[in-house]
Protein backbone atom coordinates (compact mmCIF):
# COMPACT_ATOMS: atom_id res chain seq x y z
CA UNK A 1 0.00 0.00 0.00
CA UNK A 2 1.16 3.57 -0.51
CA UNK A 3 0.29 6.73 1.33
CA UNK A 4 0.32 10.26 -0.29
CA UNK A 5 2.07 12.35 2.57
CA UNK A 6 1.00 16.25 2.90
CA UNK A 7 1.37 18.81 5.16
CA UNK A 8 -0.60 22.14 5.55
CA UNK A 9 1.03 24.70 7.07
CA UNK A 10 -1.54 27.09 9.07
CA UNK A 11 -1.63 29.06 12.59
CA UNK A 12 -3.63 27.22 15.20
CA UNK A 13 -6.30 29.94 15.48
CA UNK A 14 -7.32 29.03 11.62
CA UNK A 15 -7.05 24.70 11.92
CA UNK A 16 -10.72 24.47 12.23
CA UNK A 17 -11.58 26.68 9.17
CA UNK A 18 -8.55 24.75 7.20
CA UNK A 19 -9.73 21.19 7.94
CA UNK A 20 -13.26 22.27 7.12
CA UNK A 21 -11.49 23.74 3.84
CA UNK A 22 -9.55 19.99 3.60
CA UNK A 23 -12.58 17.84 4.13
CA UNK A 24 -14.89 19.73 1.52
CA UNK A 25 -12.27 18.95 -1.77
CA UNK A 26 -10.55 15.72 -0.63
CA UNK A 27 -12.15 12.94 -2.30
CA UNK A 28 -12.49 10.58 0.66
CA UNK A 29 -14.40 7.70 1.85
CA UNK A 30 -13.88 7.50 5.25
CA UNK A 31 -11.31 10.04 7.56
CA UNK A 32 -9.58 9.57 10.70
CA UNK A 33 -8.51 12.39 12.14
CA UNK A 34 -5.90 12.73 15.20
CA UNK A 35 -6.07 14.98 18.17
CA UNK A 36 -3.37 14.58 21.29
CA UNK A 37 -5.97 14.81 24.26
CA UNK A 38 -9.37 13.37 25.05
CA UNK A 39 -10.73 17.10 25.40
CA UNK A 40 -9.32 17.79 21.98
CA UNK A 41 -11.23 14.95 20.47
CA UNK A 42 -14.94 15.53 22.06
CA UNK A 43 -14.50 19.46 21.38
CA UNK A 44 -13.56 18.95 17.47
CA UNK A 45 -16.03 16.32 17.16
CA UNK A 46 -18.78 18.41 18.11
CA UNK A 47 -17.51 21.64 16.66
CA UNK A 48 -17.06 19.43 12.95
CA UNK A 49 -20.88 18.15 13.75
CA UNK A 50 -21.89 21.84 13.38
CA UNK A 51 -20.64 22.55 10.58
CA UNK A 52 -22.45 19.87 8.84
CA UNK A 53 -20.16 17.27 8.84
CA UNK A 54 -21.39 13.68 11.28
CA UNK A 55 -18.67 13.40 13.44
CA UNK A 56 -17.26 11.15 16.58
CA UNK A 57 -14.81 10.83 19.31
CA UNK A 58 -12.69 7.98 20.13
CA UNK A 59 -10.81 8.32 23.34
CA UNK A 60 -9.74 6.26 26.20
CA UNK A 61 -12.92 7.54 28.31
CA UNK A 62 -15.57 5.72 26.47
CA UNK A 63 -17.34 2.76 27.23
CA UNK A 64 -16.42 -0.33 25.83
CA UNK A 65 -19.41 -1.03 24.43
CA UNK A 66 -19.23 3.14 22.78
CA UNK A 67 -16.30 2.31 21.57
CA UNK A 68 -17.11 -0.98 19.59
CA UNK A 69 -20.15 0.67 18.38
CA UNK A 70 -18.48 3.94 16.95
CA UNK A 71 -15.91 1.60 15.16
CA UNK A 72 -18.80 -0.48 14.08
CA UNK A 73 -20.42 2.53 12.43
CA UNK A 74 -17.20 3.79 11.07
CA UNK A 75 -17.01 0.10 8.91
CA UNK A 76 -20.17 -0.16 8.01
CA UNK A 77 -20.37 3.33 6.41
CA UNK A 78 -22.51 4.78 8.82
CA UNK A 79 -20.00 7.63 10.02
CA UNK A 80 -17.44 8.96 7.81
CA UNK A 81 -15.28 10.94 10.08
CA UNK A 82 -14.12 9.78 13.50
CA UNK A 83 -11.99 12.33 15.97
CA UNK A 84 -9.17 10.09 17.93
CA UNK A 85 -6.50 9.80 20.27
CA UNK A 86 -3.47 7.92 19.54
CA UNK A 87 -4.50 5.44 22.65
CA UNK A 88 -8.02 4.84 21.35
CA UNK A 89 -7.04 4.41 17.81
CA UNK A 90 -4.35 1.76 18.86
CA UNK A 91 -4.83 -1.40 16.71
CA UNK A 92 -7.62 0.00 14.57
CA UNK A 93 -7.76 -2.00 11.37
CA UNK A 94 -11.16 -0.01 9.21
CA UNK A 95 -10.51 -0.93 5.03
CA UNK A 96 -12.48 2.25 4.47
CA UNK A 97 -9.97 4.81 6.25
CA UNK A 98 -8.56 6.54 3.00
CA UNK A 99 -7.57 9.34 4.69
CA UNK A 100 -5.80 10.07 8.32
CA UNK A 101 -5.42 13.69 9.22
CA UNK A 102 -3.04 14.87 11.90
CA UNK A 103 -4.72 17.50 13.24
CA UNK A 104 -2.33 17.93 16.02
CA UNK A 105 1.01 16.79 15.14
CA UNK A 106 2.45 14.18 17.31
CA UNK A 107 5.85 14.93 19.58
CA UNK A 108 6.49 11.36 19.20
CA UNK A 109 7.66 10.29 15.35
CA UNK A 110 6.73 6.30 16.46
CA UNK A 111 3.00 7.87 17.14
CA UNK A 112 2.80 9.69 13.59
CA UNK A 113 3.81 6.58 11.90
CA UNK A 114 0.97 4.67 13.82
CA UNK A 115 -1.26 7.10 12.92
CA UNK A 116 -0.20 7.17 8.82
CA UNK A 117 -0.47 3.41 9.43
CA UNK A 118 -4.62 3.38 9.75
CA UNK A 119 -4.90 4.20 6.03
CA UNK A 120 -3.36 2.61 3.03
CA UNK A 121 -5.12 -0.53 4.30
CA UNK A 122 -5.24 -4.20 2.30
CA UNK A 123 -3.09 -3.18 -0.22
CA UNK A 124 -5.05 0.47 -0.90
CA UNK A 125 -3.93 3.76 -1.85
CA UNK A 126 -4.08 6.37 1.27
CA UNK A 127 -3.48 9.78 1.97
CA UNK A 128 -2.22 11.47 5.37
CA UNK A 129 -2.49 14.69 5.72
CA UNK A 130 -0.82 17.02 8.92
CA UNK A 131 -1.65 20.34 9.82
CA UNK A 132 1.32 22.30 11.47
CA UNK A 133 2.05 25.72 12.68
CA UNK A 134 5.43 27.53 11.65
CA UNK A 135 7.10 26.74 15.01
CA UNK A 136 5.94 23.35 14.74
CA UNK A 137 8.80 23.28 11.08
CA UNK A 138 11.46 21.24 13.44
CA UNK A 139 8.89 18.65 14.55
CA UNK A 140 8.59 18.09 10.56
CA UNK A 141 11.56 17.49 10.21
CA UNK A 142 12.04 15.73 12.12
CA UNK A 143 9.23 13.23 10.95
CA UNK A 144 10.57 13.51 7.95
CA UNK A 145 14.17 11.95 9.14
CA UNK A 146 12.62 9.68 10.79
CA UNK A 147 10.07 8.17 7.95
CA UNK A 148 12.91 8.48 5.66
CA UNK A 149 10.18 10.00 3.40
CA UNK A 150 9.71 13.88 2.46
CA UNK A 151 6.58 15.25 3.17
CA UNK A 152 5.15 17.79 0.14
CA UNK A 153 3.27 20.91 1.22
CA UNK A 154 -0.04 21.49 0.08
CA UNK A 155 -1.59 24.26 0.11
CA UNK A 156 -4.58 26.05 1.54
CA UNK A 157 -7.46 24.64 -1.03
CA UNK A 158 -8.88 28.71 -1.93
CA UNK A 159 -12.69 29.46 -1.53
CA UNK A 160 -13.00 29.81 -5.47
CA UNK A 161 -11.71 25.83 -5.63
CA UNK A 162 -14.34 24.73 -2.75
CA UNK A 163 -17.25 26.92 -4.68
CA UNK A 164 -16.10 25.21 -7.48
CA UNK A 165 -16.29 21.23 -5.77
CA UNK A 166 -19.46 22.05 -4.73
CA UNK A 167 -21.29 23.21 -7.93
CA UNK A 168 -19.23 19.85 -9.61
CA UNK A 169 -21.25 17.44 -6.96
CA UNK A 170 -24.45 19.37 -7.76
CA UNK A 171 -24.22 18.70 -11.19
CA UNK A 172 -23.76 15.56 -10.64
CA UNK A 173 -26.23 14.69 -8.24
CA UNK A 174 -28.93 16.37 -10.90
CA UNK A 175 -27.38 14.69 -13.92
CA UNK A 176 -27.86 10.94 -11.65
CA UNK A 177 -31.43 12.10 -10.47
CA UNK A 178 -32.16 12.96 -14.23
CA UNK A 179 -31.12 9.14 -15.23
CA UNK A 180 -32.55 7.04 -12.21
CA UNK A 181 -35.13 8.38 -10.77
CA UNK A 182 -38.88 9.15 -12.51
CA UNK A 183 -39.77 12.48 -12.87
CA UNK A 184 -43.16 12.45 -14.23
CA UNK A 185 -45.00 14.33 -11.05
CA UNK A 186 -42.28 16.67 -10.46
CA UNK A 187 -42.22 17.63 -14.22
CA UNK A 188 -46.35 18.16 -14.31
CA UNK A 189 -45.58 20.51 -11.48
CA UNK A 190 -43.24 22.46 -13.34
CA UNK A 191 -45.60 23.16 -16.16
CA UNK A 192 -48.18 24.09 -13.61
CA UNK A 193 -45.87 26.41 -11.98
CA UNK A 194 -45.40 27.87 -15.90
CA UNK A 195 -48.97 28.22 -16.34
CA UNK A 196 -50.00 29.67 -12.97
CA UNK A 197 -47.43 31.97 -12.27
CA UNK A 198 -46.16 33.04 -15.56
CA UNK A 199 -42.73 31.91 -15.63
CA UNK A 200 -40.49 30.00 -17.90
CA UNK A 201 -38.75 26.51 -16.73
CA UNK A 202 -35.11 28.23 -16.18
CA UNK A 203 -36.39 30.67 -14.08
CA UNK A 204 -38.53 28.07 -11.77
CA UNK A 205 -34.98 25.52 -12.07
CA UNK A 206 -32.82 29.11 -10.81
CA UNK A 207 -35.21 28.99 -7.88
CA UNK A 208 -35.53 25.71 -7.12
CA UNK A 209 -31.51 25.92 -7.33
CA UNK A 210 -32.05 28.29 -4.46
CA UNK A 211 -33.58 26.56 -2.15
CA UNK A 212 -31.16 23.68 -2.67
CA UNK A 213 -28.12 25.48 -1.21
CA UNK A 214 -30.03 27.97 1.16
CA UNK A 215 -28.96 25.68 3.71
CA UNK A 216 -25.38 24.98 2.76
CA UNK A 217 -24.36 27.38 -0.02
CA UNK A 218 -22.51 26.99 -3.28
CA UNK A 219 -20.43 29.75 -2.37
CA UNK A 220 -18.26 29.24 0.45
CA UNK A 221 -17.93 31.85 3.06
CA UNK A 222 -13.72 32.41 4.10
CA UNK A 223 -12.98 32.65 7.17
CA UNK A 224 -9.03 32.76 7.07
CA UNK A 225 -6.90 36.06 5.77
CA UNK A 226 -4.90 35.27 2.75
CA UNK A 227 -1.77 35.37 4.43
CA UNK A 228 -3.05 32.61 7.25
CA UNK A 229 -0.08 30.46 5.49
CA UNK A 230 2.69 33.38 5.66
CA UNK A 231 1.90 33.47 9.74
CA UNK A 232 5.01 34.88 10.81
CA UNK A 233 7.19 32.68 13.29
CA UNK A 234 8.19 33.73 17.05
CA UNK A 235 11.28 35.44 17.84
CA UNK A 236 13.63 33.24 19.55
CA UNK A 237 13.49 34.28 23.14
CA UNK A 238 10.23 35.89 22.76
CA UNK A 239 8.50 34.96 25.58
CA UNK A 240 4.52 32.76 24.94
CA UNK A 241 1.92 34.90 26.63
CA UNK A 242 0.03 32.36 28.50
CA UNK A 243 -3.74 32.61 30.21
CA UNK A 244 -4.78 31.81 26.12
CA UNK A 245 -2.27 30.15 23.97
CA UNK A 246 -2.79 31.95 19.91
CA UNK A 247 -6.41 32.38 21.25
CA UNK A 248 -7.04 29.10 21.91
CA UNK A 249 -9.11 28.51 25.28
CA UNK A 250 -8.56 29.32 29.25
CA UNK A 251 -5.62 28.04 31.43
CA UNK A 252 -8.46 26.17 33.27
CA UNK A 253 -8.82 24.33 29.73
CA UNK A 254 -5.30 24.21 29.57
CA UNK A 255 -4.74 22.48 32.98
CA UNK A 256 -7.21 19.66 31.91
CA UNK A 257 -5.24 19.11 28.69
CA UNK A 258 -2.04 19.01 30.50
CA UNK A 259 -2.93 15.81 32.30
CA UNK A 260 -4.38 14.26 29.85
CA UNK A 261 -1.33 12.81 28.18
CA UNK A 262 2.01 11.09 29.29
CA UNK A 263 4.59 13.45 30.76
CA UNK A 264 8.16 13.35 31.29
CA UNK A 265 10.04 15.07 34.27
CA UNK A 266 13.67 16.61 32.78
CA UNK A 267 15.75 18.54 34.91
CA UNK A 268 17.74 21.88 33.01
CA UNK A 269 20.99 23.93 34.34
CA UNK A 270 19.41 26.86 35.06
CA UNK A 271 17.68 28.54 37.98
CA UNK A 272 16.44 31.14 40.50
CA UNK A 273 20.66 32.62 40.69
CA UNK A 274 20.93 33.12 37.16
CA UNK A 275 17.58 34.99 37.30
CA UNK A 276 15.13 32.51 35.50
CA UNK A 277 11.45 32.37 35.23
CA UNK A 278 8.72 29.88 34.58
CA UNK A 279 8.03 32.39 32.01
CA UNK A 280 11.90 32.06 30.41
CA UNK A 281 11.87 28.61 30.21
CA UNK A 282 8.40 27.86 28.70
CA UNK A 283 9.39 30.85 25.96
CA UNK A 284 12.12 29.14 25.16
CA UNK A 285 10.79 25.55 24.93
CA UNK A 286 7.92 26.65 22.99
CA UNK A 287 9.91 28.54 20.43
CA UNK A 288 13.15 26.25 19.73
CA UNK A 289 10.57 22.83 20.08
CA UNK A 290 7.73 23.88 18.52
CA UNK A 291 5.48 22.95 21.79
CA UNK A 292 2.41 24.76 22.58
CA UNK A 293 2.56 26.31 25.73
CA UNK A 294 -0.31 23.90 27.11
CA UNK A 295 2.00 20.59 26.23
CA UNK A 296 4.27 22.25 28.65
CA UNK A 297 3.54 21.09 32.45
CA UNK A 298 4.92 21.46 35.64
CA UNK A 299 7.95 24.24 36.08
CA UNK A 300 10.05 24.14 39.02
CA UNK A 301 12.11 27.04 39.68
CA UNK A 302 14.86 25.91 42.36
CA UNK A 303 18.19 27.90 43.52
CA UNK A 304 20.73 26.45 40.48
CA UNK A 305 18.99 23.99 38.40
CA UNK A 306 14.81 23.69 37.42
CA UNK A 307 12.78 20.62 36.57
CA UNK A 308 9.47 20.86 33.53
CA UNK A 309 7.31 18.08 32.41
CA UNK A 310 7.34 17.82 28.72
CA UNK A 311 5.48 15.13 26.35
CA UNK A 312 6.44 11.68 26.20
CA UNK A 313 8.56 10.23 23.17
CA UNK A 314 10.25 13.87 22.18
CA UNK A 315 12.10 13.14 18.76
CA UNK A 316 15.79 13.21 19.66
CA UNK A 317 16.79 15.65 17.29
CA UNK A 318 14.31 18.05 19.02
CA UNK A 319 15.88 16.73 22.06
CA UNK A 320 19.31 17.46 21.27
CA UNK A 321 18.71 20.80 20.51
CA UNK A 322 16.92 21.75 23.43
CA UNK A 323 20.69 20.54 25.30
CA UNK A 324 22.10 23.68 23.38
CA UNK A 325 19.15 26.12 23.65
CA UNK A 326 20.35 29.05 26.74
CA UNK A 327 18.16 30.66 29.40
CA UNK A 328 19.72 34.11 30.76
CA UNK A 329 22.83 33.07 29.10
CA UNK A 330 22.48 29.20 30.89
CA UNK A 331 22.73 26.56 28.63
CA UNK A 332 19.64 24.19 29.35
CA UNK A 333 21.41 20.93 29.23
CA UNK A 334 18.39 19.07 29.54
CA UNK A 335 18.05 15.48 30.46
CA UNK A 336 15.92 13.47 32.51
CA UNK A 337 15.20 14.09 35.97
CA UNK A 338 16.36 11.46 38.26
CA UNK A 339 14.88 12.70 41.48
CA UNK A 340 18.13 13.48 43.33
CA UNK A 341 18.52 17.11 44.77
CA UNK A 342 22.31 18.80 44.74
CA UNK A 343 24.25 18.25 47.79
CA UNK A 344 24.39 21.65 48.20
CA UNK A 345 20.92 22.57 49.01
CA UNK A 346 20.31 24.22 52.67
CA UNK A 347 18.20 21.86 54.66
CA UNK A 348 14.34 22.72 55.39
CA UNK A 349 11.93 22.78 52.50
CA UNK A 350 13.26 24.82 49.36
CA UNK A 351 11.46 27.88 47.78
CA UNK A 352 10.20 26.42 44.46
CA UNK A 353 8.24 28.89 42.10
CA UNK A 354 5.72 26.36 39.87
CA UNK A 355 3.83 27.12 36.88
CA UNK A 356 1.56 24.21 35.88
CA UNK A 357 -1.45 23.84 33.79
CA UNK A 358 -3.22 26.77 35.27
CA UNK A 359 -0.13 29.41 35.28
CA UNK A 360 -0.41 30.32 38.95
CA UNK A 361 2.61 31.45 40.36
CA UNK A 362 2.44 30.83 44.51
CA UNK A 363 3.86 34.31 45.85
CA UNK A 364 7.02 33.70 48.16
CA UNK A 365 6.10 34.29 51.92
CA UNK A 366 8.58 36.08 54.20
CA UNK A 367 9.16 33.50 57.08
CA UNK A 368 7.49 34.45 60.26
CA UNK A 369 9.37 35.55 63.17
CA UNK A 370 9.28 33.66 66.34
CA UNK A 371 7.90 35.80 69.15
CA UNK A 372 10.13 35.65 72.41
CA UNK A 373 8.73 33.49 75.14
CA UNK A 374 6.93 35.73 77.29
CA UNK A 375 8.38 35.15 81.16
CA UNK A 376 5.86 33.13 83.70
CA UNK A 377 4.27 34.69 85.84
CA UNK A 378 3.84 32.55 89.45
CA UNK A 379 0.55 33.94 91.10
Not at 9 to 36: M, W
Not at 188 to 216: F, G, K, P, W
Not at 350 to 355: A, F, H, T
Amino acid sequence: ATVRQRYCQVGSQHKLDALTRVLEVEDADAILIFVRTKIAATELAERLEARGYPSAALHGDMTQALREKTIEQLRGGNLDIVVATDVAARGLDVQRISHVINYDIPYDTEAYIHRIGRTGRAGRAGDAILFIAPRELRLLRAIEKATRQPIERMPLPTPEAITGHRLAQFKQQMCEVFNTQDLGFFQELIAEVEREQEMNAHDIAAALTYLAQRERPFQFEDAIPKDAEKERERPPGRPVREGRIRGERSSRDSARDSADFDKIRYRIDVGREHGATPQNIMGAIANEAGIEGRYIGRIEIHDDYSTVDLPDGMPLEIFQHLKRVRVRQQMLNIRRFDGVEPERRRPGRPKVERLSGNREQPVERKPMRRRPAQPSVDS
